[in-house]
């Protein structure tokens, strides 16, 4: 059977730990989020720029492509007509 003080005083221990825990929560964990949330929104910034870069970089090599596929068709109708 469990001592008498434990039953008594064992409400008292689990609230005091329940307090301690919610002011670890209230005081460390909620502006930490704040801290953590500024800093994704930082990296998100910086993410979506490295996209965009690697977007325009992409364009660009397509453009290339096309042109210089234009310039091997013509060069290739040119040489048929000599023909």
Do not use: C
């Given at each position: 059977?469990?001592?008498?003080?434990?039953?008594?005083?064992?409400?008292?221990?689990?609230?005091?730990?329940?307090?301690v825990?919610?002011?670890?929560q209230?005081s460390?964990?909620?502006?930490?989020?704040?801290?953590?949330?500024q800093?994704?929104n930082?990296l998100?910034?910086?993410?979506?720029a490295?996209?965009?870069?690697?977007h325009?970089?992409?364009?660009?090599?397509?453009?290339?492509?096309?042109?210089?596929?234009?310039?091997?068709?013509?060069?290739?109708?040119?040489?048929?007509?000599?023909?």
């Amino acid at each position: 059977m469990v001592h008498r003080l434990v039953q008594k005083y064992l409400p008292f221990v689990n609230f005091l730990i329940a307090s301690v825990a919610l002011g670890f929560q209230v005081s460390v964990l909620y502006p930490w989020h704040y801290e953590l949330q500024q800093e994704f929104n930082e990296l998100q910034i910086q993410q979506d720029a490295k996209l965009r870069q690697y977007h325009e970089l992409k364009m660009q090599t397509i453009k290339n492509i096309e042109e210089n596929l234009t310039k091997l068709r013509l060069e290739k109708a040119n040489e048929a007509k000599k023909n």
